[in-house]
């Protein structure tokens, strides 16, 4: 049993912007698991009636709370487009370090413009919350 | 002498002893997340979130609670095994792994059943 392979360390990749979107993937990943807390929160704050949704709402919208929902944004739109990457790995295409290199710098491209995006529509459409 | 065969042995045991179900898992809820987020997302855009009485109906209404729930479970179940697969790499000491991992499902199971709650609670209110 103790002859069984084992994954190479960590320690003997070099290190490449592949690796850091790698690492990023997983960082996004337990940011959002932190997301999941505040989402339950607003959905139990609406279901405690309407003096604790306006509370929450209120809580939401400050600057620091503000911050957080768009560093969850961002975390959400990077971790979509490259666990989609991640998919089309699985279904084994784009493996090549070549291919893999270039749908790094695309994945980066889509989420920054995504993360924009949806930014800008959630300034733009949210305007009037207090 | 054992009388199982090597096979046997080998079958439905991965490096972690149960196969591959955990990958599967993780991957078939990610892509159930795809649709369901963007939908999550772009209904939230289009709400008007300070409007209590606009974020109830729209949760009461058609299939939005059924799918507002099963977002909630599957974006809970594939964070849980994603917050696994990172406990499990890199804390190796065996009691502190073994608790990490019972805090992280617990948490998990409780988010996810406080959410659902919650939802129904807006949809059947609403509902009468």
């Excluded at chain 1, 991640?86 to 279904?91: E, S």
Aim: a positive charge.
């Amino acid at each position: 049993m103790s002859q069984r392979p084992l994954s190479p360390h960590l320690q003997i990749y070099h290190f490449g912007h592949t690796m850091a979107l790698s690492i990023a993937h997983r960082i996004a990943g337990l940011w959002l698991a932190a997301g999941i807390c505040a989402l339950v929160y607003w959905l139990i704050s609406l279901a405690d009636g309407e003096a604790a949704y306006e509370r929450a709402t209120a809580l939401l919208s400050a600057w620091y709370f503000r911050v957080l929902l768009f560093s969850w944004l961002a975390g959400f739109c990077y971790h979509l487009v490259n666990g989609l990457r991640h998919l089309v790995w699985d279904a084994g295409f784009g493996l090549e370090k070549l291919q893999a290199r270039r749908s790094a710098v695309l994945v980066v491209v889509v989420a920054l413009a995504a993360f924009l995006i949806v930014a800008w529509l959630f300034c733009t459409l949210q305007r009037g919350t207090p | 002498m054992s009388l199982r065969s090597p096979l046997g042995a080998a079958l439905g045991h991965g490096t972690a002893g149960e196969g591959v179900g955990h990958w599967w898992s993780q991957r078939i809820s990610a892509l159930a997340l795809v649709p369901l987020m963007l939908w999550l997302l772009i209904s939230l855009l289009r709400l008007s979130l300070a409007d209590y009485a606009a974020v109830s109906i729209w949760m009461a209404s058609g299939w939005n609670p059924v799918l507002l729930v099963l977002t909630v479970l599957v974006a809970c179940w594939h964070s849980l095994l994603g917050v696994q697969v990172v406990i499990e790499d890199y804390v190796h000491a065996p009691a502190l792994k073994i608790a990490s991992l019972l805090v992280s499902s617990g948490a998990h199971v409780l988010l996810a059943a406080g959410g659902s709650y919650a939802i129904l609670r807006v949809a059947l209110r609403s509902a009468t």
